[in-house]
């Protein structure tokens, strides 16, 4: 029967989301969200809101992106269809991990799911055209708190799967942390 499985991660509290699908004649079915599953790694996520985003291009950024406190938000981050290179950045800093990034492709196909904490800024980059993002939170979006770091700071060296991304405004004009 389906199940959900969940990998910790080289960055403390990141955490993979692995499916385990059941496949007939009639298509697949296959879980994504487990609480208790979760709770079994010392997290528990009250989804309070849920978002989408859909991204006609390739190559489409978004990120990197955050709540400040006290409106810090964990997300529970999986691709609908298409394909993403999803990232995570520590960006907690009394972590011995700061600084650090994990990145993992989330696609429609692998049914993945990445689960980021409090402390870490998120983004990918749509790696195949009409890829769409399901986004759970635990807290609501508040505008005042929403801030972000650049997609390219050297600072953090993500290695991205392209170099000039179609990217908002607001993304292109954050400035480097150093």
């Known amino acids: ?25 009639r298509g697949t079915f296959f879980r994504s969200f487990c609480r208790d599953t979760l709770a079994e790694h010392g997290i528990y996520f009250e989804v309070t809101q849920c978002s989408v985003s859909s991204n006609v291009e390739k190559h489409t950024l978004r990120g990197m992106h955050y709540q400040c406190a006290p409106y810090a938000e964990d997300k529970l981050v999986r691709c609908t269809s298409g394909a993403i290179y999803d990232v995570a950045l520590d960006l907690r800093p009394e972590a011995p991990t700061h600084r650090q990034w994990f990145s993992v492709e989330l696609s429609e196909q692998n049914g993945l799911s ?6 870490f800024a998120h983004g990918f980059c ?6 769409t993002v399901l986004y759970y939170m635990n807290e609501n979006y508040c505008p005042e708190a929403a801030a972000g770091v650049r997609w390219d700071d050297e600072a953090f060296g993500i290695s991205w799967p392209c170099t000039s991304p179609q990217l908002s405004p607001r993304d292109a004009s ?3 942390v150093v």
């Open 114 to 119: 990445l689960y980021i904490p409090k402390g």
């Open 174 to 176: 954050y400035p480097n």
């Open 1 to 25: 029967m389906a199940g959900l499985t969940a990998e910790s991660t080289p960055l403390p509290g990141l955490v993979l989301l692995r499916p385990t699908c059941h496949t007939d004649e």
């Open 126 to 131: 749509s790696i195949e055209e009409h890829s």
